[in-house]
Nanobody, 126 residues
Framework: QVQLVESGGGLVQAGGSLRLSCAASGRAFSNYDMAWIRQAPGKEREFVAAISWSGGSTYYPDSLKGRFTISRDNAKNTVYLQMNSLKPEDTAVYYC???????????????????WGQGTQVTVSS
């Protein structure tokens, strides 16, 4: 098992940047593929980005590719999400999630993740 704690959220103006972090503890972090998933108020969860256990493969929906970058540092048990050129529609709670099933991240959806953090709020103003 693994515990996940997100940080780095906050208020930013449109066009600005934020870097989110997700710190893991428990079972070896490098055993898991990792993802960032967001949820806006009243809406369903939305896949944002994912990264393989080694960091060698990354995945993004076409709508976010180029603005968001996921990375991980297994020595620090941490995964990051760099968000640039933020838009008001990016406002959401951002969660990190861990998958033991290596197929989960290739689906570019929110299914198949074994562990979830509690989320960090990102608010982008106009």
């Amino acid at each position: 098992q693994v515990q996940l704690v997100e940080s780095g959220g906050g208020l930013v103006q449109a066009g600005g940047s934020l870097r989110l972090s997700c710190a893991a503890s428990g079972r070896a972090f490098s055993n898991y593929d990792m993802a960032w998933i967001r949820q806006a108020p009243g809406k369903e969860r939305e896949f944002v980005a994912a990264i393989s256990w080694s960091g060698g493969s990354t995945y993004y929906p076409d709508s976010l590719k180029g603005r968001f970058t996921i990375s991980r540092d297994n020595a620090k048990n941490t995964v990051y999400l760099q968000m640039n050129s933020l838009k008001p529609e990016d406002t959401a709670v951002y969660y990190c999630a861990a998958a033991l099933d290596r197929r989960a991240i290739t689906r570019l959806n929110t299914r198949g993740y074994n562990y979830w953090g509690q989320g960090t709020q990102v608010t982008v103003s106009s």
